[in-house]
């Protein structure tokens, strides 16, 4: 234990003044906390606000890009997984692994979960959870839950409940697919709605349809306002 009043003691300090006695750097360098001799935490420096980088050494903030948190998470041992990655301005991952925020999705957030992706100007863009989803393009305010493998193009102010293998097509404005499996909205299907069930198809343009469940129902391009409430094969 040094004497100096002034040096931070393992037994803890008396007689702070916040702002003046800080743990930390003085220049412009990051600062890390390890455990077992391994990185947990990075308190990176920039312009602006500062990036919060915990979990795994290999987590990064990419491309220069301010205000990043990734708050845990990374690496891991089963196949497939890796570091989490922001190269977003404020964008935000919770955990998972191998976990992706890319290009100009500002204020962008993955919640966990493994593999998921956010890129593009993918504006407030939000993943909850699950694996291999993915919003890629152009947007604002596109929500993707969860489920497995499902994708969202350049739409605005969208909703992807969940299930696997769905898509919602780029332009489809305002557009919601609840769930289900392998269930598609298609390019300009404004203000639709797929409620679940499996192989339902809402094509081209089909403005302000839905199809609330059942399978392998569709409802063909350009038929506007069309509604099949489920079963079988319908169109």
Do not use: C
Request: aromatic share 8%; proline share 3%; net charge negative.
């Amino acid at each position: 234990t040094l004497a100096s009043p002034t040096d931070w003691h393992v037994g803890g300090n008396s007689g702070t003044t916040p702002g003046v006695n800080f743990l930390g750097t003085a220049d412009n360098q990051p600062l890390e906390i390890k455990v077992n001799s391994l990185r947990a935490l990075r308190l990176e420096p920039t312009a602006n606000t500062p990036n919060v980088i915990g979990g795994h050494a290999l987590n990064s903030v990419s491309g220069g890009f301010t205000g990043a948190t990734i708050a845990g998470g990374g690496g891991g041992t089963d196949p497939g997984t890796g570091p989490n990655e922001v190269g977003s301005p404020f964008g935000t991952i919770g955990g998972g692994s191998a976990n992706r925020i890319l290009g100009y999705a500002a204020y962008a957030t993955i919640a966990g979960g493994l593999t998921n992706l956010i890129q593009g100007s993918s504006y407030y863009g939000t993943i909850g959870g699950g694996t291999a989803n993915s919003i890629v393009g152009n947007g604002f305010g596109i929500t993707l839950s969860g489920g497995a493998y499902n994708g969202i193009g350049s739409a605005d102010y969208v909703t992807l409940g969940g299930g696997a293998y769905n898509s919602l097509g780029d332009l489809a404005q305002h557009a919601v697919l609840a769930g289900g499996y392998m269930n598609t909205i298609q390019t300009g299907a404004n203000d639709s709605v797929i409620g679940g069930g499996a192989n339902n198809y809402l094509y081209f343009g089909t403005l302000g349809s839905t199809i609330a469940g059942g399978v392998q129902n569709l409802v063909q391009s350009n038929a506007t306002y069309a509604t099949i409430a489920g079963g079988l094969n319908n169109q």
